[in-house]
């Protein structure tokens, strides 16, 4: 199949379509990442001539809609806003959550009535949110389905322990207001006094703290998690509040063999890794006593490193999603040339 993915952004989601990318590509798909913002729309659907789209609610264009009209056979999957009665308990200038807007909402409803596409909508929330955080898309005759988060086998899979890279606490990701409402609580008290614990950050946005290293590749980072003692995982202010929003970071980390202690989100505790892969805590004050705990106790995290690396190669890859993708669009054989190419590469 030529498959199309739409991305607007260097920004966390473009990794997660690339590890989608690489997975379609793995099992023999043709692939092509297309930059929304480099590329006509008429252009890119021309030249490529894609069986499977795959786009967003929330950039839908005219362009791209009679793209997709004029391709009866065209399969179409839409990452969506949220739009659901979830949105009745959440305060939009205290959270900035990703709504779904009327012409959004006006623009899809048209396309699914003129074409009977997309196929389906999605979101990274768990099934059992997406009936909250989703459910008015079902009014306009769009089901939304709960495509998790997952692992990039290629870029996650085989950490090592690298000398340099060792430490008792790693963290790798960005710094600005929203995030640094709860960076500041679990992370930076982390790193005072200076020395008290061997604390190394990386990421794309400048830290205020002198443990900040700057950017590292991309084919560092599992090194990164593995050679640390703990591997922080710190959500954004409403995940915690609210319970239902799992970021991509624990399944990396778990992925490259690291060992994760975080902060405690309902949805990720309670549906996603229930089985003792990764340690919550529910305060920042439990947080930081559990990390010494194991930073003193190194021994003790290997347990739990086992579990975590085999609960994501058995449930979280991204291998795992394209077959989910192809069982909803009931592309049966191509789903199972997913199960059987993940199965081939991890012999």
């Keep these: 199949m030529k498959i199309l993915i739409s991305n607007d952004g260097p920004h966390a989601h473009y990794y997660i379509r690339l590890g989608m990318a690489r997975a379609f590509e793995a099992c023999g798909h043709q692939v092509f990442l297309w930059d929304i913002n480099s590329k006509p729309a008429f252009d890119v659907f021309d030249e490529f001539e894609p069986d499977l789209f795959m786009g967003q609610t929330y950039n839908l264009t005219r362009s791209v809609a009679t793209c997709i009209k004029e391709r009866p056979h065209l399969k179409v999957v839409l990452r969506a806003s949220d739009w659901g009665d979830m949105q009745k308990e959440i305060d939009k200038e205290k959270y900035p959550i990703l709504i779904a807007r009327d012409d959004e909402i006006k623009l899809v409803e ?79 008290r982390l790193c005072h006094p200076v020395g008290k614990f061997n604390i190394k950050i990386f990421g794309g946005s400048d830290w205020p703290l002198v443990q900040y290293m700057g950017r590292i590749g991309g084919e560092q980072a599992k090194h990164v998690f593995r050679s640390a003692k703990v591997c922080p995982n710190i959500s ?110 991890l012999v």
């Excluded at 692992?151 to 640094?180: C, M, Q, R, T």
């Excluded at 954004?236 to 319970?243: C, K, L, V, W």
Aim: glycine fraction near 6%; charged fraction near 30%; include cysteine.
């Design 110 to 188: 048209q396309l699914k009535k003129e074409t009977g596409k997309p196929d389906f909508v999605h979101n990274h929330y768990h099934e059992k949110w997406i009936r909250k955080t989703h459910n008015k898309w079902i009014d306009i005759g769009v089901e939304p389905i709960s495509l998790l988060h997952a692992a990039d086998v290629f870029e996650y899979n085989g950490g090592e322990i690298i000398e340099h890279l060792k430490s008792d606490v790693s963290f790798i990701g960005g710094y600005w207001p929203y995030k640094a409402l709860a960076l500041d609580k679990y992370i930076v």
């Design 236 to 345: 954004e202010p409403h995940s915690q509040d609210f319970g239902y929003d799992i970021i991509e970071r624990p399944f990396k980390i778990l992925m490259s063999g690291g060992f994760c202690i975080s902060d405690y989100v309902e949805s990720m505790a309670q549906d996603v890794f229930t089985n003792e892969e990764i340690i919550f805590a529910k305060t920042p004050e439990e947080f930081e006593t559990l990390v010494k705990y194991y930073v003193n106790h190194p021994e003790e995290r290997e347990p739990y490193i086992q579990r975590g690396y085999h609960c994501i190669l058995e449930k979280h890859t991204y291998f795992h999603r394209i077959r989910s993708i192809f069982d909803k669009l009931d592309l049966n054989n191509e789903a199972k040339i997913v199960t059987d190419t993940l199965e081939g590469m």
